[in-house]
């Protein structure tokens, strides 16, 4: 576990599974999280939009490069 894996994978499951950013704010998800790794800090949405935005701009670029 590390922090930056956290912030990818919840990015992610926003990117593939559609869920808004605002998930992570979600009581049965914060309680999830607590369970299974007391203490874990929780991104707020705004943070999993940059992280969003990140991934997709880093993507892009190998999409265009590789068409």
Known sequence: YTPAKHRAAIAMCCCVS??????????????EIQLLRPGT??????????????IYQVGSKHVKKYF
């Open 18 to 31: 559609k869920r808004p950013f605002n998930m992570v704010r979600d009581p049965h998800y914060v309680e």
């Open 41 to 54: 800090a929780i991104p707020s949405p705004a943070t999993v939009s940059r992280d969003v935005n990140q």
